[in-house]
């Protein structure tokens, strides 16, 4: 049984527990509210010469939210998680330099944190992964094995090309 206020039935467009679905583009992500707060929190604490580590703790935890609609995208903060553990940084304190640049980053590529639910599947494998050793990603040179390219040729519409970049997003 579903409580009527707290269910999307025949909609295009639904917001639940701070994600968006728009069903005609076929996309969900994060609201546009919830970017933009995340936006405006983050330019201030880079505004602030110093930040305790509990600022930037709660910052990169809503960047968390927006990274699990573009998986990948969690690669982007490495020294970020390791500033978050350092004892240096319990009493306030002047953000590391490349902190601020992983921050940067997050905000230039908020816009990327959407995922194409209609999009082909590529043909090349990946992985991504973070941790509070670190984080990376990888691709595969060769491509999918034959079981993969077959299940991926029976999917309606043309197979995507190989991605070129080093960076997926």
Known sequence: PQHPEKSVTRSFTAVELGAEIQGERGTIGP???????IL???AFMLAVPRRERLHLAVV???WS?????????S???????????????????????????EMVRAICSALLLVTDLRAPPCRQATASDASEFGGGICQTVVGLTAAGLAASDSLPGPAPPPLRSGLVL
């Open 31 to 37: 609201t546009v509210t919830r970017l933009l707060k």
């Open 40 to 42: 405006g929190l983050t």
């Open 60 to 62: 990169t935890g809503r």
């Open 65 to 73: 939210f927006c990274f699990q609609f573009r998986r990948p995208a």
């Open 75 to 101: 690669c982007l903060f490495d020294k970020t998680w390791r500033a978050i553990s350092d004892d240096r940084l319990r009493r306030a304190a002047e953000l590391p330099w490349d902190v601020c640049e």
